[in-house]
């Protein structure tokens, strides 16, 4: 309903909608990372990052405490999992200081490769403040 009354969003960009039911579980607000034009289209890695910015950068203004986030562009949008997971952390690692992110994905491979860029950057910076653990209690 909401696509129809405020949409088509542009490929990149992000919105924001009520949690619905997902309130009941502590969601305070659904954040969709706008990755293709329409749906069952093809996506880039340049979309990708630039939703996921926009995302990261909304949550961070509404002062959210955290947020999790699937492998973007990597199912229908065929996009390399190996790829984006390297790139996605990228992103993420500067906004980890300001809430706690859990990167969550039904995709091995995907979590994986997040993990590993995750190991090079704590080896570099020496903390990883990121989980790919979705139960973290």
Same mark, same amino acid.
């Given at each position: 309903?909401?696509?129809?009354?405020?949409?088509?969003?542009?490929?990149? %960009?992000?919105?924001? %909608?009520? !949690?619905?039911?997902?309130?009941?579980?502590?969601?305070?607000?659904?954040?969709? !990372?706008?990755?293709?034009?329409? *749906? /069952?289209?093809?996506?880039?890695?340049?979309?990708?990052?630039?939703?996921?910015?926009?995302?990261?950068?909304?949550?961070?203004?509404?002062?959210?405490?955290?947020?999790? #986030?699937?492998?973007?562009?990597? /199912?229908?949008?065929?996009?390399?999992?190996?790829?984006?997971?390297?790139?996605? !952390?990228?992103?993420?690692?500067?906004?980890?200081?300001?809430?706690? #992110?859990?990167?969550?994905?039904?995709?091995?491979?995907? #979590?994986?490769?997040?993990?590993?860029?995750?190991?090079?950057?704590?080896?570099?910076?020496?903390?990883?403040?990121?989980?790919?653990?979705?139960? *973290?209690?």
């Amino acid at each position: 309903d909401h696509c129809i009354e405020f949409g088509p969003y542009e490929a990149g %960009t992000f919105y924001c %909608t009520d !949690a619905g039911l997902l309130k009941r579980r502590g969601v305070k607000m659904v954040y969709h !990372a706008v990755t293709m034009k329409f *749906p /069952g289209g093809l996506t880039s890695l340049d979309s990708v990052l630039s939703a996921l910015r926009g995302v990261l950068t909304e949550a961070k203004k509404n002062e959210m405490k955290s947020i999790s #986030i699937p492998g973007l562009g990597t /199912g229908i949008g065929r996009l390399d999992r190996v790829q984006v997971a390297r790139q996605m !952390a990228g992103v993420i690692e500067p906004f980890a200081k300001d809430m706690d #992110i859990y990167v969550i994905d039904m995709n091995e491979e995907f #979590i994986d490769a997040f993990r590993e860029s995750l190991k090079t950057k704590s080896e570099e910076y020496g903390t990883t403040p990121i989980s790919t653990d979705p139960d *973290p209690q």
